[in-house]
């Protein structure tokens, strides 16, 4: 029983489409991020929600929406895709103790988006 | 702000030698570290964590990895490598409520 699922697992596409990521945890988790990795493997956060609500955009393109419908779920969806939005999209959850920096995140296993 | 720094991008080790991979932490605040471990087309998995305490932590796997504050290390170490350790390692610092990844060091294991 996979802890934190992704889909779609890849995702090829045109510039100029939108498209939709989604994740859910069922580890019971309160926190959730996204985070994105390019093809030299460096891992940065995008952005995160603790309880449905969003505490972490890291500089990201507003093309890029996530939506937290509820504690389980987090979904990315981006608008108006670009060449450089080409990259793996991990997505990870956490028990928040809140200011700690303790947390152990458990990621998914990635969604590969490709665009042409 | 926490950043960490991975040395070498590429580490090659026989079978059965010892494994170490580099990683510097800068941290204005007592830092929390980890070790994470990816596989070839898979997320990412915890091997260890440094929070309080004791400061060599033993992970999964037969990975270990040392506290040094006065060199402001975290370095893993396996003593014995194996075929199955070949993978992406990245060290991880956290910031608040995030964590700040290295830029990942990829170990190739040669039998």
């Known amino acids: 029983d996979t802890a934190v699922s992704q889909t779609p697992k890849y995702l090829v596409t045109q510039m100029g489409n939108d498209k939709s990521i989604k994740c859910e945890q069922n580890?019971?988790?309160?926190?959730m991020y996204w985070y994105k990795q390019d093809s030299k493997k460096f891992l940065k956060i995008m952005f995160s929600y603790n309880n449905k609500e969003l505490i972490i955009n890291e500089t990201v393109p507003n093309r890029f929406s996530p939506k937290s419908p509820d504690k389980a779920h987090l979904n990315l969806h981006i608008n108006s895709l670009e060449l450089g939005d080409s990259a793996v999209y991990f997505c990870?959850?956490?028990?928040?103790?809140w200011g700690s920096g303790a947390n152990v995140l458990t990621f998914g296993a990635g969604s590969r988006l490709t665009v042409l | 702000a926490q950043s960490v720094t991975q040395l070498g991008s590429h580490v090659s080790v026989s079978e059965g030698a010892l494994v170490l991979l580099r990683c510097n932490y800068s941290s204005s605040v007592p830092p929390y570290l980890f070790w994470y471990v990816q596989y070839p087309n898979q997320g990412l998995q915890l091997l260890l964590k440094?929070?309080?305490?004791?400061?060599l932590v033993k992970g999964i796997n037969g990975f270990e990895a040392e506290f040094k504050k006065s060199e402001t290390s975290f370095h893993l170490t396996k003593p014995s490598a194996h075929m199955s350790d070949a993978a992406e390692y990245f060290c991880?610092?956290?910031?608040?409520?995030?964590?700040?990844f290295g830029t990942g060091t990829r170990l190739q294991v040669f039998p």
């Open positions: 580890l019971g988790h309160d926190t």
């Open positions: 990870a959850s956490s028990h928040s103790q």
């Open positions: 440094y929070t309080t305490g004791a400061t």
């Open positions: 991880a610092v956290s910031d608040t409520d995030k964590l700040i």
